[in-house]
């Protein structure tokens, strides 16, 4: 079992930059990859980037150059940075892990305003 806890959305102007944190707990040494996903209000949910055991990185053509994910495996935690916000990025983002199984965060909500 993993547990995913998120934190650092909010409200933001167009243009404008959030962190997103996700601290892990569990069974981390079965972890493959962890990511972060969104969805947006009446859209379904999609991955906005992933971060895999190697290191390897993925992402989302929409996000590209704008949003950066690191992680820090001796804290246990994942970030995503995101910069260049547009409204279209609005939406409940989650924080995913692939370990023998999928597991997710509870969410948390982030709004760009125009």
């Known amino acids: 079992q993993v547990q995913l806890v998120e934190s650092g959305g909010g409200l933001v102007q167009t243009g404008g930059s959030l962190r997103l944190s996700c601290g892990a707990s569990?069974?981390?040494?079965?972890?493959?990859?962890v990511g972060w996903y969104r969805q947006a209000p009446g859209k379904q949910l999609e991955l906005v980037a992933r971060?895999?055991?190697?290191?390897?990185?993925d992402y989302a053509d929409f996000v590209k150059g704008r949003f950066t994910i690191s992680r820090n495996n001796a804290q246990n935690m994942m970030y995503l940075q995101m910069n260049s916000l547009k409204p279209e990025d609005t939406g409940m983002y989650y924080c995913?892990?692939?370990?023998?199984?999928?597991?997710w965060g509870q969410g948390t909500q982030v709004t760009v305003s125009s």
């Open positions: 971060i895999r055991s190697t290191g390897s990185t």
């Open positions: 569990g069974r981390l040494t079965s972890i493959h990859s």
């Open positions: 995913h892990a692939n370990a023998s199984g999928d597991y």
